[in-house]
Structure formats: structure tokens, C-alpha cells
């Protein structure tokens, strides 16, 4: 099983793939995440960040 990251991690993935003007896939390498799980991330961001 891989890594456990903190959600403060993971929302400050979301919000560096999200404002960054980088790829997605660029912010995954950087990090060190596989581009599935960051966009899992996005995806549940976005889900859960309706008005």
C-alpha cells in the first residue's frame, strides 16, 4: 500500500495543479503522487466545494 498523505497535503496539491499553470501531470512527478490519485484529489475538491 503507498504512502498516506495528510489532507493539508493533499489540498495543497489540488490547489498548486489547480493555480499553478503547470500540468497536472508536471505536479504529480513533483510531488511524488501518481496522476490517478491527484486527480482523484481534484475530482473530490470539486465535489465538495459547490456553493
Same mark, same amino acid.
Given at each position: 500500500?503507498?504512502?498516506? &498523505?495528510?489532507?493539508?497535503? &493533499?489540498?495543497?496539491?489540488?490547489?498548486?495543479? %489547480?493555480?499553478?499553470? %503547470?500540468? &497536472?501531470?508536471?505536479?504529480?512527478?513533483?510531488?511524488?503522487?501518481?496522476?490517478?490519485? %491527484?486527480?482523484?484529489?481534484?475530482?473530490?475538491? &470539486?465535489?465538495?466545494?459547490?456553493?
Amino acid at each position: 500500500m503507498g504512502l498516506k &498523505r495528510t489532507d493539508e497535503f &493533499r489540498q495543497d496539491a489540488v490547489r498548486i495543479a %489547480l493555480t499553478s499553470g %503547470l500540468t &497536472r501531470k508536471q505536479v504529480a512527478d513533483d510531488l511524488g503522487v501518481g496522476m490517478s490519485t %491527484l486527480n482523484k484529489w481534484i475530482t473530490a475538491h &470539486r465535489d465538495t466545494d459547490v456553493v
